[in-house]
């Protein structure tokens, strides 16, 4: 999927620099699409290649959220444990 979002070489890559593993908002208002010459719009495959990738970000992102956010419960829940015993002794 890289190779969709590479200098533009190919009339139907993407023109603007390559994205990074990881995309930032920075990344995603930084995208500009080739638009099609027969019909009015953006050439569709190279525009469903970049939402694929926007949805896997997302989708790991909001996976490492919870396991995060899973996480810090644990913690806090922990950490309150822990402190009622100190208050006790």
Known sequence: ????????????????????????????????????????????????AFLDRVIEELRERDREFGELKAEHERLAEENARLRARLDKA
């Open 1 to 48: 999927m890289a190779e969709a979002f590479a200098a533009a070489t190919e009339p139907n890559k993407a023109r603007h620099r390559a994205l990074p593993d990881r995309l930032t908002a920075d990344d995603v208002d930084g995208v500009t699409f080739i638009t099609t010459r027969l019909q009015p719009g953006y050439h569709e495959p190279e525009v469903d």
